[in-house]
């Protein structure tokens, strides 16, 4: 099925490890993000990318880096975890432009302890 | 940064009651998107309204855009215990969300 595929879907780190959260699409969508969802916070925006070669800071880059060397790939890099990024995250593409509608991925549960 | 407020916060009602739950900025928006989500899911779109006073209907929802495109309503008549999740709204490229209204319908 054609969409937004999200790897691991859980994940345990402990404080200073390094990981990356990989994110996958099929649509060949222009626009990805990503994004942590806190409780009461709601969904915040760390890094995202307008095309391949493109990114910019979202509101909570700090910790976090991006790349995105083709279309279908946006991975997102913890350079050394902390327990304030223990967060649920997700990916999401859309095609350019402001009227279309973003597909999530299922999300990446991770802890750091 | 605009900044999205979604009221109430939390909403607990039965099923068949009807509701309507609020996003609304100081800033005018050109686009604004509604999202559902699940527990353990992603947000799901449900509609993008671009036209001020804009009205759109999806079965039992009916997303309306204000006039003034600062505000939003999203009505859910008889509600359902499907109903049941954390609706969003959205301001578009990059997508800022407010923080959400978390609906619970019991049956």
């Known amino acids: 099925n054609a969409g937004v595929t999200q790897t691991p879907k859980f994940q345990v780190l402990k404080t200073g490890q390094s990981m990356t959260l990989q994110c996958a699409q099929d649509?060949?969508?222009?626009?990805m993000s990503w994004y942590r969802q806190d409780p009461g916070m709601g969904l915040r925006l760390i890094h995202y990318?307008?095309?391949?070669?493109?990114?910019d800071q979202g509101e909570v880059p700090n910790g976090y880096n991006v790349s995105r060397s083709t279309t279908e790939d946006f991975p997102l890099r913890l350079l050394s975890a902390a327990p304030s990024q223990t967060s649920v995250y997700f990916c999401?593409?859309?095609?350019?432009?402001?009227?279309?509608?973003?597909?999530f991925g299922s999300g990446t549960r991770l802890t750091v302890v | 940064t605009q900044l999205l407020e979604q009221s109430p916060q939390f909403l607990s009602i039965q099923e068949g009651e009807n509701l309507t739950v609020y996003c609304n900025s100081s800033?005018?928006?050109?686009?604004l998107q509604w999202y559902r989500q699940e527990p353990g899911e992603g947000p799901v779109l449900l509609v993008t309204?671009?036209?001020?006073?804009e009205v759109k209907k999806l079965k039992r929802l009916t997303f309306q855009f204000g006039d003034a495109r600062k505000d939003s309503s999203l009505h859910i008549t008889a509600a359902q215990p499907g109903d049941t999740g954390l609706y969003l709204c959205?301001?578009?490229?990059?997508?800022?969300f407010g923080k959400g209204t978390r609906l619970s319908v019991i049956a």
């Open positions: 649509m060949n969508h222009e626009y």
């Open positions: 309204v671009v036209t001020g006073g």
């Open positions: 990318s307008v095309g391949a070669g493109i990114t």
């Open positions: 999401a593409s859309s095609r350019a432009g402001a009227n279309y509608g973003y597909t």
């Open positions: 959205t301001i578009t490229t990059p997508l800022v």
């Open positions: 800033s005018v928006f050109s686009s």
